[in-house]
């Protein structure tokens, strides 16, 4: 909302009342200019998220090549990544709190933040150190489940984050400001001490608990097999050396080459079919996320409060509904990887196909339900990942599935803010029916990977043409 504030006020030169009602239905003598007006702000602000969305995926993408060989050779640094993360994520609340202040500035410097993400690898570095965590600590027919709740705890932070944000946007302002945008920039700082101090208690309770060391042929400190714990790696290692073995170039090559090389039983295949399952998938949800406010406040007129309240209704829904039915769908009824991505590319299909149609709040509400198991697509395609993946290249798997989710936001909101920006004023519900075909294309991915890739699982055995330097987490 700070955004599209700022581009109302100060790039078209509108009035504070004008910018705070901009979702209402232009009325009066020059209602049609006053309405192309609102759709020119509102499209607006949709492009301008692309230069932000660039300045915070390019950082992400170099981090995700790094980290993963680096989570593999040594997983107890994954410590001091999280650490990192949450005091970059700090830093960036901070930036937003003076640009606030400064709120008089231009637009053009809320893109600044974002750069702060080249010290930090955003938040995809937390979900590559979840995924590898998981499935090191987790026998192969839990994963599916394991996965799922971790999504559940993503859900229901995002959620909360989104009903609280708009609760704190109607707070009584100060200033110039239209809203209080502070608020959820202290918030945030709040949070990242709370987990920073989390993060020093479980990083000296497992240096105190990691006693039993052995090192290997090539002078790695690894577990010893009788030790019970699983954290392992050089808890000791210096700062600086971690930082170095980070970054270290040959990470990027490992990386790579895990993904392109060839496999037998066609798993190669495999995995680009997957990861193109999980790149739709993810290109479809935060494409529509990036537009979803303005297209609210287009198609059904909603404030930012109305649309932070019903979101989050949303997430807390999709949330319960996935968790009621991830019980019934995987520990009874014990679907398969390929029946739960299915299930969610048909969930998400049947929704955006509702909401692209019919462009009323009812329609938004009954597609609430039908789009609720697309939560399924993604968790799935990470636990076949952890499957038909040795255990000594999972986190560069999960590192590459981390470059996926970093480079879909940027792509997501290059083609879903230009379509809306296109069709605003004609065809609102279009990037609805782009996702539709979206889903098309990553339902006949899976046919393809269903019919042609017969590895189901490899039980994760250690592969010996990449047996260097890996340890378990």
């Not at 946007?169 to 709040?190: D, E, M, V």
């Not at 400190?221 to 930082?243: A, H, P, Q, T, W």
């Not at 970093?406 to 379509?419: H, R, V």
Request: glycine letters at 6%; a neutral charge.
């Amino acid at each position: 909302m700070l955004m599209q504030d700022k581009i109302c006020l100060f790039n078209y030169n509108q009035s504070a009342s004008f910018c705070e009602d901009i979702q209402k239905e232009a009325s009066g003598p020059n209602h049609v200019a006053e309405q192309n007006m609102k759709n020119d702000i509102l499209a607006q602000t949709a492009i301008f998220m692309n230069y932000k969305q660039i300045l915070e995926t390019v950082p992400i993408v170099l981090w995700s090549l790094f980290l993963g060989p680096f989570l593999d050779k040594y997983p107890s640094g994954a410590y001091i990544i999280l650490f990192i993360n949450a005091i970059g994520d700090s830093f960036i609340s901070i930036s937003n709190i003076l640009l606030v202040q400064l709120f008089d500035t231009s637009a053009n410097y809320l893109i600044i933040p974002s750069a702060i993400n080249f010290l930090t690898g955003g938040f995809q570095t937390f979900t590559t150190i979840a995924g590898l965590y998981i499935t090191m600590n987790t026998a192969e027919k839990d994963r599916a489940l394991k996965f799922v709740i971790l999504e559940i705890i993503i859900i229901l932070g995002m959620g909360s984050a989104i009903y609280i944000g708009g609760l704190f946007l109607k707070i009584n302002k100060a200033g110039p400001q239209l809203r209080t945008y502070n608020l959820n920039y202290y918030l945030s700082i709040s949070l990242n001490v709370i987990c920073l101090i989390f993060l020093s208690l479980l990083y000296w309770q497992k240096k105190l608990e990691t006693k039993s060391k052995t090192v290997n042929n090539k002078g790695i400190v690894v577990e010893d097999k009788n030790n019970n714990n699983n954290i392992d790696g050089d808890l000791d290692r210096s700062r600086f050396k971690v930082m170095k073995l980070l970054f270290d170039i040959d990470n990027v090559r490992e990386t790579l080459v895990c993904f392109f090389r060839p496999r037998p039983h066609n798993v190669r295949l495999q995995i680009l079919l997957l990861s193109s399952i999980q790149f739709i998938q993810m290109l479809v949800t935060r494409g529509i996320s990036d537009v979803l406010l303005q297209f609210a406040q287009k198609a059904y007129h909603w404030d930012p409060v109305t649309y932070s309240k019903l979101s989050s209704i949303e997430m807390m829904g999709s949330m319960a509904l996935l968790a009621i039915f991830s019980g019934i769908f995987i520990s009874w009824l014990h679907f398969t990887d390929n029946t739960l991505i299915i299930i969610a590319q048909v969930s998400t299909f049947l929704a955006d196909l509702n909401r692209g149609t019919f462009l009323s709040p009812m329609a938004y509400f009954i597609s609430l339900p039908i789009g609720s198991f697309s939560g399924f697509a993604v968790v799935s395609a990470k636990s076949k990942f952890s499957k038909i993946i040795p255990l000594n290249e999972i986190g560069k798997i999960y590192s590459l599935s981390g470059t996926i989710d970093a480079i879909n936001p940027l792509f997501g909101s290059i083609i879903y803010s230009n379509i809306f920006a296109l069709s605003i004023g004609t065809y609102t519900g279009l990037v609805y029916h782009f996702s539709c075909f979206l889903m098309l294309l990553s339902i006949v991915a899976l046919i393809v990977e269903e019919r042609y890739c017969p590895v189901k699982s490899q039980e994760n055995p250690i592969d010996d043409d990449q047996n260097d330097n890996s340890v378990r987490l």
